[in-house]
Nanobody
């Protein structure tokens, strides 16, 4: 079993920035992929950003150019830098680590963008 601990959520004004962190209890040397997802109330969980083991990234169209996913393998950690945040419904952000064949999820961290 792999535990993922997230941090960094909070309330921020439109145009502001937040950095989410996700630390795993297992090393990342055999990781298949990592990702950040978000879920707003009443909505399905959606992919925000992902990174493969080789370092390739992809982003949801809504966040391209504003969000950046990164990792620190030595720290077993993944990050999501979120800039120019837009006012929208609060959402819970979840990190995901995929080690073949299993998925592991963090507990979620709430992000609210509001003036």
């Amino acid at each position: 079993q792999v535990q993922l601990v997230e941090s960094g959520g909070g309330v921020v004004q439109p145009g502001g920035s937040l950095r989410l962190s996700c630390a795993a209890s297992r090393n990342m040397y055999d990781i298949y992929s990592v990702g950040w997802y978000r879920q707003a109330p009443g909505k399905v969980r959606e992919l925000v950003a992902a990174m493969t083991s080789g370092g390739s990234t992809n982003y949801a169209d809504a966040v391209k150019g504003r969000f950046t996913i990164s990792r620190d393998i030595a720290k077993n950690s993944v990050y999501l830098q979120m800039n120019t945040l837009k006012p929208e419904a609060p959402a819970v952000y979840f990190c995901n680590f995929h080690y073949e064949p299993s998925d592991y999820w963090g507990q979620g961290t709430q992000v609210t963008v509001s003036s």
